[in-house]
């Protein structure tokens, strides 16, 4: 039987937050996205010449957890683009509200999503780009607030993990349930989209939605 040490854990997610730092380089690149330990400055970055503002949140650091820091993050890219008439692109990998911070960080839920409906009343495109996992405060706000919703394959997606909701309501759980592919078959998402193909899916869907 294979024993995993809690460190494990800890190091995966950092390898993810690694990984998901240099696809975001590679993307879109971003060198100013709302991550909460690098600071918070803000800058257009370009997509097939186009200006685009992102943010990302990063699982190494408190498994990506909103918290009130971080959602002042998000907020000043969301502002920032509504006064550039530019549209965001919102990268989220996220166990949800950061609890640690108790009530405070239910009420960055309503900051983010009353700012993303400016972003909506300005009619600027806001894409939500859902990785692994996606739960919690975060999924049950902003994160499917998108004008396009996509997740990456296999995503675990939903509120409270699976193995609760199971205990709670007594009944055997579809198969690949809070899977992105499950989301996509029920019609939450709308694309899933690998990676490596975010790039080219991010421009056409802005070139959609400019014209």
């Known amino acids: 039987m294979e024993v995993r040490r809690a460190g494990d854990r800890d190091e995966r997610r950092h390898a993810r937050g690694a990984e998901l730092a240099q696809t975001l380089a590679d993307v879109l690149p971003v060198r100013g996205a709302a991550y909460e330990r690098k600071g918070d400055g803000v800058d257009a970055h370009r ?50 509200a950061r609890m640690q911070e108790g009530l405070l960080s239910l009420l960055q839920m309503a900051k983010t999503t009353a700012m993303i409906a400016r972003l909506a009343d300005a009619k600027l495109p806001f894409i939500s780009v859902l990785a692994d996992p996606t739960m919690g405060g975060v999924s049950a706000s902003f994160a499917f607030m998108g004008d396009v919703v996509m ?18 309501v007594r009944l055997e759980l579809p198969e690949g349930f809070q899977t992105s592919e499950f989301f996509l078959q029920h019609g939450f998402i709308d694309r899933i989209v690998p990676r490596t193909h975010l790039r080219t899916e991010v421009a056409r869907i802005i070139d959609f939605c400019e014209h």
Request: charged share 20%; proline share 7%.
């Open 47 to 96: 997509v097939d010449g186009r200006p685009v503002f992102c943010y990302a949140q990063d699982p190494s650091y408190l498994g990506g957890s909103l918290g009130e820091q971080h959602a002042d993050s998000i907020v000043k890219v969301l502002r920032l683009a509504g006064r550039a008439g530019a549209p965001v692109v919102g990268f989220i990998e996220s166990g949800g």
């Open 151 to 168: 997740a990456e394959p296999k995503a675990l997606i939903g509120f409270a993990g699976p193995r609760t909701i199971k205990n709670t």
